[in-house]
């Protein structure tokens, strides 16, 4: 920390407005995967996201943060900044010379808080709303801090091998997809799947959600510059265009698979650009960003199509749109990056330096096996102590009354909301069993 360091008022400005456009992410998730479920698990799908961004936000200054960025070792920060101790208007050198060190601290908590968001889209409709609080602070404490302590902390052994992940690709998106896969497998899936259609009930918010998170992803990637600069210029513009080609080549496998191009589709493929793009966004051009985004929206499409022939409930296909995509993009940061776009970065297989891909399978792997066995073990030592799953009555009477006791839509059709007319006992008895828990 130096007390003589300078603060730039533009590079400080444009990093506290990327951290609101990356908070503003968290309520575009919500209404993106929100949109996706059923009316009965509306509230609820709602809650996982918006519960996620106050719980890890506290998590965070309470010792978050100083776990994943403060001096420690190759695997782990130390506490030296538990509860924001040192942490004040002063730049740290280290991490951003240019903006004061609480605006760096507060940028980071924004991706530590929808990190774990997403992913819960995995276990819609049947996790515990206490169990899914629990597992949040403790997988964020867990496998985010030492994840972020590894790619992007000082000393982190990732970071000193040399990986190139400029805004999240395995420490949001590959943790996050693998931990999501892993979840759905042993969480188990809904009583409907494979009986009665999963469809979304309202494609209006989804595309609103999709649109609001492309929105806030400039803040996501280019605000990952921490400074008002070429790069962040760079960072905003191919990550725009990432999403926009995977919008577009989205929209194609649509209409030659199905013919329609569906809403739910492009926004499915822009969200799958823009998960690309975050591990290069600082370090390809804008060209290479087409290419990426094109070749992730085929992996993910793809990997969405054999994922709906399996008996595997990820309820959202959060593995096929943030762990693939995530794994391609990371990869393809290792063939595309330059350093006539980041002096400060790398350069890729293109650029004369092959070497760059082995050290970028070397962190998705490390990434796979952490979010991976971490969440496993995690999951069922939770499960054993008390359970996972609300109980079946719970689930046919819908995971917004059971859990909140709250309805998202007054009136309709019961027996929709039931999940059938023969279910509809099993709802009012439900429901008088939530009255007599308040």
Known sequence: MSGDAVVSAGDTAWVLISAALVMLMVPGLAFFYGGLVRKKSTLNTLMMSMA??????????????????????????????????????????????????LAFAAFQAMFAAITIALVSGAVVERMKFGVYLLFTVVWSTLIYDPLAHWVWGDGGWLHTLGALDFAGGTVVHISAGVSALVAAIILGKRRDFGRAPLVPHNVPFTVLGAGLLWFGWFGFNAGSALAANGVAANAFVTTHTAAAAALTMWMVLDLIRNRHCTAVGAATGAVVGLVAITPAAGFVTPSAAIAIGVLAATASFFAMQARARTQLDDALDV????????????????????????????????????????????????????????????????????????????????????????????????????????????LAHAEDHSRSAA
């Open 52 to 101: 996620a961004l106050g719980v890890i936000s506290v998590q965070w200054v309470v010792i978050g943060y100083s776990l994943a960025f403060s001096p420690g070792s190759p695997i782990l920060g130390g506490t030296h900044w538990a509860g924001f101790a040192l942490v004040g208007a002063n730049p740290n050198m280290t991490y951003a010379g240019t903006i004061p060190h």
């Open 319 to 426: 593995f096929a749109c943030h762990g693939v995509a995530g794994i391609a993009g990371a990869l393809l940061t290792g063939v595309f990056a330059t350093r006539g776009v980041n002096a400060g970065g790398g350069d890729g297989w293109l650029a004369g330096n092959p070497h760059q891909m082995v050290v970028q399978v070397i962190a998705i792997l490390a990434t796979v096996v952490l979010a991976g066995v971490g969440t496993g073990v995690l999951l069922t030592v939770i499960k054993a102590l008390g359970g996972l799953r609300i109980s079946l009555a719970d689930e046919i009477a819908g995971i917004d009354v059971t859990e909140h006791g709250e309805r998202a839509y007054h009136g309709g059709d019961l027996g929709e909301l039931a999940g059938g007319l023969g279910d509809s006992i099993v």
